[in-house]
C-alpha cells in the first residue's frame, strides 16, 4: 500500500475513532451525572419561621434547630387514629439515628388540650428521650398558618368538623434550615414523607396496624446522609 493511501486510511480511522471516543465519554458522563441526580436530595424551600413553646415551657424557634437535621410533624395528644402511629414511627427513628445532631419537632394542633405539662407527659409515654425531640404548641391559629407555610394539610380551627383532621406527612429539614426530600421511582421530588404504616412494602395501601413502613426506611437512609454533608 503506498504512504498516500496509508495517510488516508489513517486519517479516515481517526476521524470514525474520535467521534465514538466522544460519544463515549459523554455518554459517561451523563451516566455519573444521573446517578449522581438520583442518589442527591432535592431543596424543596426554606424552612418556615416558627416560635413555639416545648414540653418544657422553653421556646423554640427555626434559629434554635439551625444546625441540625430534623424531622417536622404536626399531630395531637389525644388523637387515636395515625397520630400514635406517626409518633412510633418517630420514636424508632430517634432510637435508630441516635445523634446529637438529629431532632424531631412534633407540633400539636390542639394547643388548648395540650399545654406544656400534658406534652411532657406525652413525651414520656411515647419513650421521647432525646433531648432534641421537641412536642411543640402555641396559638392555634399560628399553627394553622405555620402548617400552611409548610404546605402540610391541618383542617381549619373554625370548622368544628375538621379542626382537628391533619396529615400524616412528615417533611425533613437540613442542618441549613431547609426542606429536603429524595426523588421518587419517576424522578420527581418526593417533597414529604409518610409517617404512616402499610399492608404492603411498596406503601400502596396505608394501615393503622400495617406492619410495613417504606418511608420510616427512606427517612433513616436521607437523615444518615444528611448528617454527613
Known amino acids: 500500500m503506498s504512504k498516500t493511501k496509508r495517510k488516508n486510511t489513517d486519517g479516515s480511522k481517526r476521524k470514525i475513532i474520535v467521534p465514538i471516543a466522544v460519544f463515549a465519554v459523554l455518554f459517561l458522563i451523563i451516566g455519573i451525572g444521573i446517578s449522581y441526580f438520583k442518589k442527591s436530595l432535592y431543596t424543596v424551600m426554606d424552612v418556615p419561621a416558627y416560635s413555639l413553646t416545648d414540653q418544657s415551657n422553653q421556646k423554640l424557634t427555626d434559629h434554635s434547630m439551625m444546625g441540625k437535621v430534623y424531622l417536622v410533624e404536626f399531630f395531637y395528644s389525644r388523637c387515636p387514629t395515625i397520630c400514635p ?6 420514636k424508632f427513628i430517634q432510637d435508630h439515628i441516635n445523634s446529637p445532631d438529629f431532632g424531631i419537632i412534633s407540633i400539636s394542633i390542639d394547643p388548648e388540650n395540650d399545654t406544656p405539662a400534658v406534652l411532657k407527659n406525652h413525651a414520656r409515654m411515647m419513650g421521647a ?16 398558618h405555620l402548617a400552611d407555610q409548610f404546605r402540610i394539610y391541618v383542617g381549619d380551627k373554625e370548622d368544628q368538623a375538621e379542626s382537628l383532621n391533619h396529615s400524616g406527612m412528615i417533611a ?21 414523607y409518610s409517617g404512616l404504616n402499610y399492608e404492603d412494602a411498596a406503601g400502596k395501601k396505608t394501615s393503622l396496624t400495617g406492619t410495613f413502613h417504606p418511608d420510616r426506611e427512606k427517612l433513616i437512609e436521607d437523615i444518615q446522609k444528611l448528617l454527613k454533608e
Do not use: A, Q
Open 85 to 90: 402511629v406517626m409518633n412510633r414511627n418517630m
Open 129 to 144: 428521650t432525646s433531648p432534641n425531640w421537641h412536642f411543640l404548641s402555641g396559638k392555634r391559629n399560628d399553627i394553622g
Open 172 to 192: 425533613l429539614v437540613d442542618k441549613n434550615g431547609r426542606l429536603r426530600c429524595r426523588f421518587d421511582e419517576n424522578n420527581m421530588p418526593m417533597l414529604y
